[in-house]
């Protein structure tokens, strides 16, 4: 049986892309917000949900690392990395200049990783913020005004718009990555090579013990294991308590990282593993 699978919708986001780029034959279902989408997981509505996680621009998706630490513990099982093309998407009719556009709707992670050409091109025109790309060129779809949405190319060909200007993302090299949500790791099913294993792990520090951070890094440096994300957000319990989100990059085994574990708890740390999982690098 083919599994369902759950993305931030509407139709013509790139997680839509990033979607089709990964699984074949699936239905799929649309998701408002990120959170919906991994709510239909945790209550079984669907099997899988792919949602954003970070912007080589922007950085984390602040939206998804929260609700996954303080909502929803919901194991990661994969990671999707796709290239990011933002294009300036207008009605077919529309048949003015840039100068003619009032407003231009787009995700506030779009619009920051359009900034330089939106301040040179665009100054005049308001900035509307959406909660997705593809909610953007719905927007404009259904607008008689002289708008303007940022996505993709897939938008553009579902919601009937023209590409006015292609390729407006501030620097080239744009990459998102997604992540893979699945209670049953069985029905996951995605058919193309895999670039690295990883493992993602959650850690909080003792509160009253200077140098922690030190010594929770040292854990992972004299075992050689290599890391490419330490990111700190805030526990939400006060001012100055902190999580780390910590990637390394190989698969959990049952001799290193247990190492770790039992490293860090001895240091009053809370450790938790987020998922160990393939990495997939997509061309769209």
Known sequence: ML???GYLGPKGTFTKLAVDAAFNGEHKESYATIPECID???HEEIDIAVVPLENAIEGTVQLTVDYL???????IVAEIVVPIQQHLLVQPTFQGSLGDITE???HS???AQCHQYLHQSLPEAKIQYTTSTGKAAEIVSKSDLSIAAIGNKLAAEVYGLKLLQE???????NHTRFVVLCKDETKLKIKHPVSIEKTSMLISLPSDQAGALHQVLSAFAWRKMSLSKIESRPMKTGLGNYFFI?????????VL?????GELEALGCNVTIMGTYPVYKLTI
């Open 69 to 75: 630490v303080h909502q929803v513990r919901l194991p």
């Open 167 to 173: 390729n407006i993302h501030d620097y080239s090299n």
């Open 257 to 261: 990282f247990p190492g770790v574990k």
């Open 109 to 111: 992670h779009a619009i």
């Open 40 to 42: 239909a997981v945790e």
């Open 104 to 106: 231009v709707h787009s």
């Open 246 to 254: 910590i990637d390394v990059d190989q698969p959990y085994d049952d």
């Open 3 to 5: 599994a369902t699978i």
